[in-house]
């Protein structure tokens, strides 16, 4: 059997951040196989569009009225949240408070985040995950919906906020790292 986690970058004795590279990928293809790839080719597309910024890059926005990368980063950790809570078969409610995170807690914590409910989605059976909803929490009512909503809502979201990110560090001086291949989740030597 092939290893499914991501490869870990030890960049600090103290702080390991996934994502560096893709792992091998799992040896059967089930639905939550599946989701667990696609929230790994999105922490691996994130740690790289990430990785590096400057002030310069963070504070950067296309026009008058649109978000910065900072505030992209934020709307994408509020992302990666939801995300771990559906993984977690939690209540979701509304996006708590992270405008006092810094860009290095935030990059972590989503990457974090991203990891862990890779690694609880594919740790899942089939049965259990063919059971899974979101659960939605608004004041006092609580709902669920499809967790087709996941795919197509949250998660396809994080990835085009990701893409954002990543032209916008292209537009202020500061493109993404050419070995980066997302096609194989590897970096190029």
Not at 16 to 22: D, K, L, T, W
Not at 142 to 150: G, K, R
Not at 167 to 188: C, E, H, K, L, M
């Amino acid at each position: 059997m092939m290893n499914n986690r991501p490869t870990q970058n030890h960049g600090s004795k103290t702080e390991s951040i996934p994502y560096e590279q893709i792992g091998d990928f799992p040896s059967s293809i089930t639905p939550s196989n599946l989701l667990k790839r696609f929230l790994d080719g999105l922490g691996y597309r994130y740690h790289w569009a990430t990785k590096s910024l400057s002030e310069t890059d963070l504070a950067f926005r296309i026009c008058e009225g649109a978000r910065s990368s900072f505030e992209t980063i934020v709307h994408i950790y509020d992302i990666s949240g939801f995300v771990l809570g559906v993984a977690q078969q939690a209540y979701n409610g509304p996006v708590a408070e992270s405008g006092h995170l810094t860009f290095q807690e935030l990059r972590t914590q989503t990457l974090d985040r991203l990891s862990a409910a890779s690694e609880l989605f594919g740790k899942m059976t089939e049965d259990e995950f063919l059971q899974l909803s979101i659960k939605v929490q608004q004041g006092e009512h609580q709902f669920q919906m499809p967790l087709w909503n996941l795919l197509n809502g949250p998660i396809s979201d994080a990835i085009y906020h990701v893409g954002q990110v990543v032209a916008y560090r292209r537009a202020s001086g500061n493109p993404i790292d050419p070995r980066v291949d997302i096609f194989t989740g590897q970096n190029q030597s």
